[in-house]
């Protein structure tokens, strides 16, 4: 049998260097281009100054979220609003919570515009407006769908998750229907009313977004410190009336903002505030808008 020389055995050595090397680089090309989440287009997110109250539209292309719709008196308003950005229609139409001031205008909405699905929560109240609301899908034929904790679904290039909501009838604000969307590197989360008790429960969960919905136009009620951390936002946005009987935003909220280097909005200040997400980078503009009722 003849011998393996030296040379073969430097000459097998350096090959398998080369095998590995190309291995590796290999894994990581792979592994970065698997990180990188392409998009083809813009997405606008509408925070709508409707007062006390929230309305949030998105819009991705030709299709179009809203999440909420402010007070009674805000729904003509808000329908003109659309109207006028040419919207005709509404993929997803989310009402977090039965409070007016949420879905206040809501009947209008459906009344108005096509809608492929209508969530809220599993929770009925005996309020005319929350009636209305119900009268408002019985008349268009729409049948409402509950939301479960953990549902994705998309919207061109967005990508939406159900991150709570709840059935508690004596909480409505816990009720909440709290999502988180994703665009590309940019995330967002809506929070309704949700509630600190709430913000315990889902503290764990994939919440560690750039943009937060401050939760019940900034209140002591919500936003507690364990929680804002935990979802470390870039940006905070309150939906809230100025010069409120509510006092809100409350000045502990601010300040734990402050604190916590999170660049606050208010539609109080600023009026309607839009982001638009290219799926890497937030530009942020404010507009005064007539859909404050």
């Not at 206040?104 to 096509?114: A, L, Q, R, V």
């Amino acid at each position: 049998m003849a011998k393996r020389t030296k040379k073969n055995n430097v000459i097998e050595i350096i090959i398998l260097i080369i095998v590995i090397s190309i291995t590796i680089y290999n894994n990581l090309i792979n592994k970065s281009l698997a990180s990188e989440t392409k998009v083809d287009g813009k997405v606008e997110v509408h925070f709508i100054d409707v007062g006390q109250a929230d309305s949030i539209l998105i819009r991705a292309g030709h299709s179009n979220a809203l999440i909420d719709a402010g007070d009674n008196e805000d729904g003509p308003l808000l329908v003109e609003y659309f109207k006028s950005l040419g919207i005709d229609s509404f993929d997803y139409v989310f009402g977090t919570h039965a409070h007016e001031d949420h879905i206040g205008g809501m009947d209008d909405i459906i009344k108005s515009f096509d809608i492929k699905k209508y969530y809220m929560p599993n929770v009925v109240t005996t309020t005319k407006t929350f009636e209305d609301v119900l009268d408002a899908l019985d008349g268009k034929n729409y049948k409402f769908s509950v939301p479960k904790i953990g549902d994705k679904f998309s919207m061109d290039d967005i990508n939406f998750e159900i991150i709570y909501v709840g059935e508690d009838e004596s909480d409505l604000n816990s009720t909440s229907i709290v999502m988180r969307m994703d665009h590309g590197d940019n995330s967002f989360l809506f929070t309704g009313d949700s509630t600190s008790k709430v913000e315990k429960i889902i503290l764990d969960s994939n919440i560690d977004v750039d943009v937060l919905k401050v939760a019940h136009h900034g209140s002591t009620y919500s936003n507690s410190l364990d929680f804002l951390k935990r979802v470390s936002p870039d940006y905070a946005v309150i939906e809230v009336g100025k010069n409120n009987t509510y006092h809100h935003p409350h000045d502990i909220i601010i300040r734990r903002l402050n604190n916590l280097n999170i660049d606050v909005y208010r539609t109080d200040q600023s009026g309607t505030i839009i982001m638009e997400s290219d799926g890497n980078v937030l530009d942020i503009k404010t507009v005064k808008t007539n859909t404050n009722g």
